[in-house]
C-alpha cells in the first residue's frame, strides 16, 4: 500500500534566515499555535484553518535550493511558527528528509505540545530554541494563556537526551521585567547542561499592524521597548551562571 504524506499548513518561507539558529537558515513558518502571547509579532499565524499547503518533499524541494549555502555558513532548517510542533507527523517527515541531505534541523517552539511524535522529531533535531516566557507561573500564564508547567517538563527532556539547546526570553517592560523571577530562571538553567546559549531578545512593536488587521486588541501599545540599561542589567543575571549571552545592549 502507498503511504500518502501528511500535508502541512505553511504560514510563509524565509530562506535567508539569520536570525533562528546558527549560520543561513531556511526558514519555515508553520500555521498554528494555542499559545496567545500578548507580545507575538506572528498573530496571522494562530489560525490552524489558514496558510499554503505543502506535502513533505514539495517542501524539502524548496530547501534543497538553499544548501550549499547552508553548508557553507554552517546553517539549516529551522522550523518556527506559529508552534511548530502542533504539526508533529509533518514537521518529523520533512526532519527525516533533511537529514537524508545532510541538512541540519533546528526547531523553535514553546515546549508545550508533548507527545511520541515529538520525541521522534527530537531525534533528528540538532538544535532546539526554546521560548521561556517568564519563570513565574502567574506571569507566564498572563503572557501566554497557558501553564508554564510543560515547558519546563520539554527542558527536562531535552536536557535528559543532551539536546543542544538555546533558550530564548523576551525582555519586556511591566511584563517579564521582574528580576526576581529572571534571577530564578538564571539559577534554574544553571542546571542544565544542554542550554548552551541565551538569547535575551527586547520586545518590539513590529508586530502591532498585524493584530489592528485581524480585529484583535493589542494590549501593549503603551508599552515601551525595554532601556539598553534594562537589558543590560537582564543580560549580566543570565551571565552570571556562566551562560554564554547574545542580547542587543
Not at 513558518?29 to 494562530?46: A, E, S
Not at 494563556?145 to 535528559?160: A, H, I, N, Q, R
Not at 521582574?178 to 535575551?200: A, G, M, Y
Request: aromatic share 10%; hydrophobic share 35%; proline share 4%.
Amino acid at each position: 500500500m502507498v503511504r500518502v504524506s501528511k500535508l502541512g499548513r505553511i504560514h510563509s518561507l524565509e530562506s535567508f534566515g539569520t536570525v533562528d539558529g546558527p549560520g543561513i537558515r531556511f526558514v519555515v513558518f508553520m500555521q498554528g499555535c494555542v499559545l496567545r502571547c500578548q507580545f507575538c509579532h506572528n498573530p496571522d499565524t494562530w489560525d490552524t484553518t489558514k496558510g499554503m499547503e505543502y506535502t513533505p518533499q514539495q517542501l524539502m524541494d524548496e530547501i534543497v535550493l538553499y544548501k550549499s549555502y547552508m553548508n557553507f555558513s554552517g546553517g539549516g532548517v529551522t522550523f518556527t511558527g506559529g508552534e511548530p510542533l502542533l504539526q508533529a507527523e509533518y514537521i518529523l517527515e520533512v526532519s527525516k528528509l533533511c537529514k537524508e541531505q545532510g541538512i541540519s534541523v533546528a526547531i523553535d517552539t514553546s515546549g508545550f505540545v508533548w507527545n511520541d511524535t515529538v520525541k521522534e522529531i527530537l531525534e533528528y533535531t540538532d538544535l532546539v530554541l526554546l521560548d521561556i516566557k517568564n519563570y513565574d507561573p502567574l506571569v507566564y500564564k498572563t503572557v501566554t494563556g497557558v501553564s508554564l508547567s510543560p515547558t519546563l517538563k520539554f527542558l527536562d527532556y531535552l536536557k535528559e537526551k543532551n539536546i543542544n539547546t538555546w533558550v530564548r526570553y523576551v525582555l519586556v517592560p511591566n511584563l517579564t521585567d521582574n528580576l526576581d523571577s529572571v534571577r530564578q530562571l538564571s539559577d534554574h538553567l544553571d542546571h542544565f547542561p544542554n542550554v548552551s546559549k541565551i538569547e535575551l531578545l527586547g520586545f518590539h512593536k513590529m508586530g502591532e499592524y498585524k493584530w489592528k488587521e485581524l480585529g484583535l486588541e493589542y494590549k501593549l501599545s503603551d508599552t515601551k521597548e525595554p532601556s539598553k540599561e534594562l537589558m543590560k542589567q537582564v543580560k549580566e543575571i543570565f551571565e552570571c551562571n556562566g551562560k554564554v549571552v547574545s542580547a542587543n545592549v
